[in-house]
């Protein structure tokens, strides 16, 4: 089916960013803004189809497709007092998030939550917005958007701030670095999309098909952490597996509550 192929892409990934891979462009020092590439191109075609065959136009979510593209996009982008055209400035590394908090009590915003929306490549952005897009659309129709918000706002701090607990527990426990992520650098909006599709199918009781396995849709988000982790080594498992037990958390303990409901 079109609409559980989509509903499980396997492009979400939650991509580490290593100061070896040349080809992410670890220092975008743009000039000018940048001409699309014919991957963006459809992308944008991509969504302007998917939003227009929508009855329901979800603000919020177009709202993140606009961010997360002029994110990407802009020579300069500036957010939150922050310029986030340098990955290697802003992404999300446990390490001096911990060192910064520890030793002068100040929380990296840049790198704790702006990092969600800086993408490593126009691949990477476009396999998250087409997820975002198609999760946005039912989610906030059926949420609402103030509440939609809300839980992609939970999300971002919810998932990125076990991405950091992870990384030091494990660092605690003499794990090498390549297990504990302590050093790792990573970005994208995969961890929230991973939030986003637990909760979108904790409830469901239909089957989707995932590498061509039929498996439970209510599990798609577990299998799919296993299978991504298999087949693209670079990703991140700790981000990604953030990402669902954020998700798992506003389902069983938090969805009512006066804050998020």
């Not at 080809?23 to 803004?33: A, C, H, K």
């Not at 459809?42 to 002029?70: C, D, F, Q």
């Not at 969600?116 to 999760?135: E, G, P, Q, R, T």
């Not at 950091?164 to 090498?176: F, H, N």
Request: some cysteine; proline content about 4%; overall charge neutral.
């Amino acid at each position: 089916m079109k609409f559980q192929d989509i509903h499980t892409h396997p492009g979400e990934v939650f991509t580490y960013v290593h100061e070896n891979f040349k080809q992410l462009d670890m220092n975008r020092q743009r000039n000018n803004y940048r001409q699309p590439s014919p991957l963006l191109s459809a992308l944008v075609m991509h969504l302007l189809s998917a939003l227009n065959r929508s009855e329901y136009k979800p603000p919020v979510t177009i709202g993140l497709l606009l961010l997360n593209i002029w994110v990407h996009m802009s020579p300069h982008p500036y957010l939150f007092g922050y310029y986030l055209s340098d990955i290697h400035q802003n992404c999300l590394r446990p390490d001096l998030i911990i060192s910064r908090f520890v030793n002068h009590g100040e929380l990296m915003v840049n790198r704790l939550l702006l990092s969600s929306v800086i993408h490593a490549d126009d691949a990477h952005l476009y396999f998250n917005m087409i997820s975002l897009c198609w999760k946005g659309i039912h989610l906030e129709k059926e949420m609402g958007s103030a509440r939609f918000l809300k839980l992609v706002v939970y999300s971002v701090v919810a998932s990125h701030t076990l991405v950091v607990l992870s990384a030091l527990a494990l660092d605690l426990l003499d794990c090498d670095q390549s297990v504990s992520g302590m050093q790792s650098c990573a970005v994208g909006f995969s961890a929230v999309l991973f939030s986003l599709k637990y909760v979108w199918n904790v409830d469901s009781p239909g089957q989707s098909f995932i590498y061509g396995l039929s498996v439970p849709t209510k599990y798609a988000a577990w299998f799919e952490l296993v299978v991504i982790s298999i087949v693209t080594p670079n990703a991140s498992f700790v981000g990604h597996l953030a990402g669902i037990l954020s998700g798992c958390l506003y389902v069983r303990c938090l969805k009512h509550t006066a804050l998020l409901s």
